[in-house]
């Protein structure tokens, strides 16, 4: 991995802990997501006019991946809607790499070098861990239960579950932007497909009183829409540079930076523990960018 691809996913990882901190301070989260997408959809399809249609073999991979989003976005409103953003987003994102990695392995035949390999292993599992242990403490979400020592179960699994869809879509799309020669063109379909699905089911379900509930969080959904684009376009074009498992893997180093924010904005204590993620992390990064 090259500093630059490695600069690249950096960034990304810092856009993408704020698009997620910004659907999560909006109550409403199917409001929140329906802004989000809605708001990416239009860009995407705007951005669509001015570059080539992806050939026919990334469009089952897109449709695939759409889907996949979609089941990722509805996981994660879960997820938020049942503990605190520092909790919640640590465990989601750090179970994906270690499941990229075997899946790149085992479909994709990507062999990685031993660093990488203990790179990715520090950084997803120490963090995972991390975030699992942060439950004895008890958490302060809307759905956690406060002094309560044993894990609150639909949270953490709401959260498992969003990290396994992260790894699907990563696999996926890992395949897609290379078959599709564009990953701006790629990017771009994605959020066409994807995006218009939430807004639908919103339309449906909220009917008339959708607007005035959009409207007070309007600039927070294309804020969170521009940060998302840019967060997953620089990870698809870093996927045409250099392996899956590593991209993925640095990537969630937005677990800091969801952690500050957490900390900052949302009054979530940081600790000890928080400490420990931001050293393994760094650990794993040095590792990864070792073996490149």
């Known amino acids: ?3 630059t691809v490695a600069a690249a996913v950096l960034l990304a990882a810092i856009t993408h802990a704020g698009w997620n901190a910004l659907a999560h301070a909006v109550r409403d989260q199917l409001v929140a997501f329906t802004l ?10 705007v951005t ?3 570059v080539p249609l992806p050939p026919g073999p990334a469009w089952p991979y897109l449709v695939a991946s759409a889907l996949l989003h979609v089941g990722y976005q509805l996981l994660l409103m879960r997820s938020f809607s049942l503990g605190d953003f520092g909790q919640m987003y640590p465990i989601a994102r750090g179970t994906a790499p270690l499941v990229v990695t075997v899946l790149a392995a085992v479909l994709l035949d ?4 031993p660093w990488q390999l203990a790179g990715v292993a520090v950084a997803s599992a120490g963090l995972v861990g991390l975030a699992l242990w942060g439950f004895r ?3 302060t979400g809307s759905g956690a239960r406060g002094g309560d020592a044993r894990p609150h179960w639909p949270a953490l699994l709401a959260a498992l579950a969003t990290g396994l869809s992260i790894a699907a879509y990563t696999v996926v799309d890992g395949v897609g932007v290379r078959a599709s020669g564009s990953p701006v ?3 771009a379909w994605l959020m066409v497909l994807q995006g218009v699905l939430i807004p639908a089911y919103a339309c449906h379900r909220l009917r008339r ?7 007070p969080h309007a600039v927070r959904g294309f804020l969170g829409a521009v940060l998302s684009l840019l967060a997953y376009g620089l990870v698809l074009w870093a996927q045409t540079r250099a392996p899956l498992a590593p991209v993925a893997a640095l990537r969630e180093s937005s677990i800091i930076v969801g952690a500050a924010i957490g900390t900052l904005f949302f009054k979530e204590r940081f600790g000890g523990p928080r400490i420990a993620a931001a050293a393994l992390m760094v650990v794993g990064i040095g590792l990864m960018l070792r073996a490149g």
């Open 1 to 3: 991995m090259s500093v």
């Open 185 to 187: 063109a790629y990017i």
């Open 209 to 215: 009183s959708l607007l005035p509930r959009l409207r």
């Open 36 to 45: 989000i997408g809605g708001c990416a959809a239009v860009i995407g399809a």
């Open 110 to 113: 990507e062999t990685l070098a």
């Open 137 to 139: 403490g008890g958490a």
């Open 48 to 50: 669509a006019c001015f």
